[in-house]
């Protein structure tokens, strides 16, 4: 059964908990902005507790946890080990629960990175599932706020003549309309965004410090710089370490 001994060491930082039952599998996996706050929470109103976390707090004998960056890149973590480990008290716990998806379309020369509430039967990369609306749209606009993808609906046709959006005179869209970017430079920073859905942090982070020191070594200190700041943006929300700490 889950004591306070068992979570007295949970640190106060954002992160992903694990809690194992008797025989070492894990029950149930859980995201939490502050793991001390969220894994104390299941000794406290245990009266008012559904039946299915009152079977949860019982049948837990161990609790283990990997720090993150953020809850965001906790969000992430979440929903990978949820679909490797399965646990049985996620499926019973999130049953009915409306799930939304971050779905990429590779298909297409200049992907957008959308929220889905469904998986279709075709060619495009679905992550998830997320169980709120909310977070998911919040990590889409992270992503936004790191790589300055196109948020525009529809097929690009891109046109030297075309007049670019306000979000390109922001530096928050790189303009494929207009043609200024090449359909392989695009797909490279969409490439970067699914690394990051994967896990792949340190990944994506060398490939980020290549291409901006490659654009300073051509005097592109513009694009050097812009590569610069989407490093230190990637460093805020993701750590690049992958073990479990209890």
């Known amino acids: 059964m889950l004591t306070q001994e068992m979570i007295q060491d949970a640190p106060s930082l954002p992160g992903v908990y694990f809690f194992h039952g008797a025989s070492g599998k894990i029950l149930y996996i859980g995201k ?26 019982h049948w837990t004998t161990d609790v283990q946890y990997q720090v993150c960056q ?15 480990h399965q646990p049985s008290y996620n499926t019973a716990l999130k049953y009915g629960r409306k799930s939304w998806y971050i779905r990429v379309d590779f298909t297409e020369d200049f992907p957008t990175v959308e929220q889905v509430s469904e998986i ?12 709120s609306r909310r977070w998911t749209a919040e990590a889409i606009d992270v992503f936004h706020r790191i790589f300055p993808i196109r948020t525009c609906e529809g097929t690009i046709n891109p ?3 075309f007049r670019p959006c306000f979000r390109y005179h922001i530096n928050r869209c790189e303009a494929p309309c207009a043609t200024y970017v090449t359909k392989d430079a695009y797909q490279a920073m969409i490439a970067d965004v699914v690394g990051l859905l994967e ?27 812009a590569f610069q700041k989407q490093i230190e943006r990637i460093q805020n929300v993701f750590t690049f370490l992958d073990v479990y700490r209890k």
Do not use: W
């Open 159 to 161: 046109h030297l003549e």
């Open 120 to 131: 279709k039967p075709n060619t495009a990369r679905y992550f998830g599932p997320f169980f």
């Open 70 to 84: 953020s809850e965001l890149e906790a969000l992430f973590l979440e929903s990978r080990l949820i679909k490797e």
């Open 199 to 225: 896990g792949n942090y340190a990944e994506v982070f060398t490939s980020l410090l290549m291409k901006r020191d490659s654009a300073a070594a051509a005097l592109q200190f513009e694009r050097a710089a």
């Open 32 to 57: 939490a902005k502050c793991l001390r706050k969220r894994t104390r929470s299941y000794l406290h109103k245990t009266k008012r507790r559904p039946f299915k976390i009152k079977r949860l707090v």
